[in-house]
């Protein structure tokens, strides 16, 4: 789901997230491994909307406009 998210922002979002360095792949597995706050190799509706809630990244992410 985050590969999908990552690949549907557009330029401009792209540009502030890649302030820290990382790769794509990077990023995701960055994000993930948050997300999973049980450690289960998966992320539970509650967990995603708590991540959500808390990480300005993945709320930007979220905010992507798909008409462009």
């Known amino acids: 789901m985050l590969q999908a998210i990552y690949k549907m922002v557009g330029t401009v979002i792209m540009m502030r997230m890649n302030q820290d360095g990382l790769t794509p792949q ?3 597995d960055k994000i993930f491994t948050k997300m999973d706050k049980d ?6 509706l509650e967990e995603f ?3 959500a ?4 990244s993945i709320v ?3 905010q ?3 008409q462009k």
Do not use: F, H, N, T
Request: charged fraction near 40%; include cysteine; proline fraction near 5%.
């Open 26 to 28: 990077q990023r995701v």
């Open 39 to 44: 450690k289960d190799d998966q992320i539970s």
């Open 49 to 51: 909307k708590e991540a």
């Open 53 to 56: 809630k808390s990480d300005p």
């Open 60 to 62: 930007l992410l979220l």
């Open 64 to 66: 992507c406009d798909m």
